[in-house]
Each structure stands twice: as structure tokens, then as C-alpha cells.
């Protein structure tokens, strides 16, 4: 099986709070079987700040950003998008 890139963007007080928002709106529009290479599939993320002067939504694409989701199985990437906004990443089974 293979992998999907997949960019999410959620709201909340918290990051767990959007990061579980959006995993189970997910899981709802995609089902629970897994590989549906979407958020889904995610049970954890870490924190990853976005160097000054790039775009967040610009910089998820680099090679720098990439390196550091490129697991499947591991854990997506978050960046604090400020307000409680948040911007979810990564790789997942597809």
C-alpha cells in the first residue's frame, strides 16, 4: 500500500481539540477501515514551526517540512496558525 499527502486546516482553543475535530470528520467522511490517505488515519501529531518569512501553506511542500512527516505511520505535523487556528500535515496509508 502506499501513502497520500494530505493538509488540513482546523479550529480550536486547543491543537488536540482541532486535531480531533478533524480526525473524526474524517473518519466519518471516509470511514474507519483505514487507508483512506487522509488525517483519518492519524492518532497523534507534533508541533513543527514554520520558518520566518514563508507561507506555512507554502512551506508544508518543502523538502525541510516533508522530512519531518514523511512517515505514514507516524505522527502528523502541526503548525500554530495563530488565533486558534491550526494547519495539519502529512503523510498517511492509502
Avoid: N
Avoid at 64 to 70: D, K, P, T
Avoid at 71 to 84: E, S
Wanted: aromatic residues 14%.
Amino acid at each position: 500500500m502506499g501513502a497520500s499527502f494530505f493538509s488540513e486546516r482546523g479550529l480550536g482553543k486547543t491543537a488536540e481539540i482541532a486535531f480531533e475535530q478533524l480526525v473524526e470528520e474524517a473518519r466519518f467522511d471516509f470511514g474507519h477501515a483505514g487507508y483512506t490517505g487522509t488525517i483519518a488515519e492519524k492518532t497523534e501529531f507534533k508541533m513543527i514551526e514554520c520558518p520566518k518569512g514563508w507561507d506555512p501553506e507554502d512551506w508544508i511542500e518543502e523538502d525541510e517540512a516533508l522530512a519531518q512527516v514523511e512517515d505514514k505511520w507516524g505522527p502528523a505535523g502541526c503548525i500554530d496558525l495563530g488565533g486558534g487556528e491550526w494547519l495539519f500535515f502529512g503523510f498517511a496509508s492509502s
